[in-house]
């Protein structure tokens, strides 16, 4: 079985800041992470390597240091990773992240299953697995909480709903999203992490994808970011104290002084 798995590398805090030119993230100086649902899309797909047998493809599009997060994820079993990374792709949106990606996966041509994390936490806003899907014309789930069974062409799991789940059976290839609950992700190894940094990287540019440059980067990208703030701080609250009656009294008072009642 073949497994690809889609990582995003993110900031590994909230403090972020926005650069007010480019309406973007500064990125530079700030610690990242692999995108923590996608650490769950890893373990699975590592889960299923050992079940079954196959092998484990990560693949990232972002800048040169994405290639950190790829070789994190070989320190805790998968087998290979791809970087796409190009001046080019800089500026996408989710759609033009989805073409890219889709084009990285029919590079690497040989694949069953494809695994998402459910949305990415900076982001947030979970369109790049279906993206993925929809550009490639595969069958997808996502929110998926548990693979019940996969075998050759075959996959069922189970999605989570808000109440319950839906169990759904799909011919493979396809997509799949995960949320947390599929899975404990194991921590990298000695010897995986001795493997991890041996590993090269292989980086694809837009060039090396036969990407239509209309559709990549931010010419390719529908959507344009036109302002992105932080909203003003709340002024704080005021208490009022004392006896149940006593403080029944002063709310009104204080009503009356703002003319509210
Ligand atoms: C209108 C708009 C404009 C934007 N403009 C810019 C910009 O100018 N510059 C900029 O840096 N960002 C920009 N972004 C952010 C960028 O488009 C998104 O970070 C990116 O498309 C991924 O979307 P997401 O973070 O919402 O991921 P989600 O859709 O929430 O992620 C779901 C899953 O998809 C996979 N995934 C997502 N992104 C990647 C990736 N890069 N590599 C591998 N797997 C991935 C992961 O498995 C992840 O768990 C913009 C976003 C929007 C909506």
Redesign the pocket.
């Known amino acids: 079985m073949n497994i690809i798995?889609?990582?995003?590398?993110?900031p590994g805090t909230t403090d972020v800041k926005i650069s007010e030119k480019?309406?973007?993230?500064v990125?530079e100086g700030v610690e990242s992470i692999i995108?923590p649902?996608?650490v769950y899309?890893i373990e699975e797909a590592i889960r299923i390597k050992e079940k079954i047998g196959g092998k484990v493809t990560i693949?990232?599009?972002?800048p040169p240091q994405?290639k950190e997060a790829i070789k994190e994820a070989i320190a805790m079993g998968a087998d290979d990773g791809i970087l796409?990374s190009d001046r080019a792709f800089?500026?996408?949106?989710?759609?033009?992240?989805?073409y890219?990606?889709s084009m990285g996966i029919k590079k690497i041509s040989a694949y069953d299953l494809i695994?998402?994390?459910?949305?990415?936490?900076?982001?947030?806003?979970?369109?790049?697995?279906p993206?993925?899907a929809e550009s490639l014309g595969l069958p997808f789930v996502a929110y998926v909480r548990k693979i019940e069974e996969i075998k050759e062409g075959y996959i069922r799991c189970e999605r989570m709903m808000e109440e319950g789940y839906e169990a759904i059976e799909m011919s493979l290839p396809a997509l799949i999203?995960v949320v947390k609950e599929i899975n404990e992700p194991r921590l990298p190894s000695l010897k995986g992490m001795m493997r991890a940094k041996k590993a090269e990287i292989t980086a694809w540019t837009a060039q090396d994808l036969n990407a239509e440059p209309a559709n990549i980067g931010?010419t390719g990208?529908p959507?344009?970011?036109v302002k992105i703030f932080s909203p003003p701080a709340r002024p704080g609250g005021e208490m009022i104290l004392g006896e149940i009656g006593e403080q029944a009294e002063k709310l009104v008072t204080r009503l009356r002084e703002l003319k509210i009642v």
């Open positions: 798995v889609c990582i995003k590398q993110v480019t309406n973007t993230l990125r995108n649902f996608d899309a693949l990232s599009m972002g994405a796409l800089a500026g996408s949106d989710t759609w033009a992240t989805s890219t990606l695994i998402c994390g459910k949305q990415a936490i900076d982001g947030d806003t979970a369109q790049v697995g993206g993925i999203t931010l990208s959507t344009q970011v």
